[in-house]
Nanobody, 125 residues
């Protein structure tokens, strides 16, 4: 089992940048593929990016490709999401998730086993 805690959210103007962090407990962080998702009220949780156990593989939603970068530091049990050129439509609660499956990087929230509590990102126009 792994426990996840997100941080780094806040209020930023359009065009600005933020870096989200996700701290993981336990000694098995590098046994999970990790992902970032976001959610706005009344909508389903939306895939943002995912990264493989080693950090060697990444996938992104088309809406954030070229603006966001997912990374991880297995030595420090940490996951990151660097966000640049933020847009008002990026406003959401951002969640990190851990996927213990043995294959593939999933874009489906139901395939993630553990979640953090979320951190709010608000982009003003």
């Amino acid at each position: 089992q792994v426990q996840l805690v997100e941080s780094g959210g806040g209020l930023v103007q359009a065009g600005g940048s933020l870096r989200l962090s996700c701290a993981a407990s336990g000694r098995t962080f590098n046994s999970y593929n990790m992902g970032w998702f976001r959610q706005v009220p009344g909508k389903e949780r939306e895939f943002v990016a995912a990264i493989s156990r080693s950090g060697g593989g990444t996938v992104y939603a088309d809406s954030v490709k070229g603006r966001f970068t997912i990374s991880r530091d297995n030595a420090n049990n940490a996951l990151y999401l660097q966000m640049h050129s933020l847009k008002p439509e990026d406003t959401a609660v951002y969640y990190c998730g851990a996927d213990r499956r043995d294959y593939g990087l999933s874009r489906a929230s139901y395939q993630y086993d553990y979640w953090g509590q979320g951190t709010q990102v608000t982009v003003s126009s």
